[in-house]
């Protein structure tokens, strides 16, 4: 079954960058370890609509500022979506983790590229991140736990 959502409005939250003070604009390849969260809840009294939070951060791995990234990252956002049809809670989730996810993260790196396009090391892009492999690394996970 096919879910069809829109997305009604977003919204960010908090939003950090900081400059990498160590960060090697000559190395060819940067690196950094970047971590997400997402939490979905549906709306108390409307059926059919949600609310997406989608927190990211990009931080240097240990001792590794030299080839981090120009910057260190910390946002979070929330996107409200609706559904055309009513689909079911699970296949709304799975719909709104990998798809509602990929949108907001758009948006999200939208505002970084902004943000950093006037800093120190010009603009920068937060990483493409692969909602696809989080939402079954998710359903792993709740499958192990369930064993």
Do not use: W
């Amino acid at each position: 079954m096919n879910c069809l959502f829109r997305l009604d409005h977003y919204q960010i939250e908090s939003v950090a960058v900081a400059q990498n003070e160590a960060f090697d604009s000559s190395l060819v390849v940067h690196t950094g370890d970047i971590s997400s969260a997402i939490n979905i809840a549906p709306h108390l009294k409307e059926p059919g609509k949600y609310r997406l939070t989608l927190e990211v951060q990009v931080k240097p791995k240990s001792k590794k500022e030299k080839e981090f990234f120009p910057y260190g990252v910390s946002i979070r956002g929330r996107a409200f979506f609706s559904f055309k049809e009513p689909c079911l809670a699970d296949q709304a989730e799975h719909t709104l983790r990998v798809n509602g996810a990929a949108i907001l993260y758009g948006l999200l790196r939208a505002q970084v590229a902004q943000i950093t396009a006037q800093s120190v090391h010009g603009q920068f892009l937060l990483p493409t991140m692969d909602f696809v492999e989080l939402a079954k690394s998710k359903q792993e996970g709740k499958a192990a736990k369930g064993k």
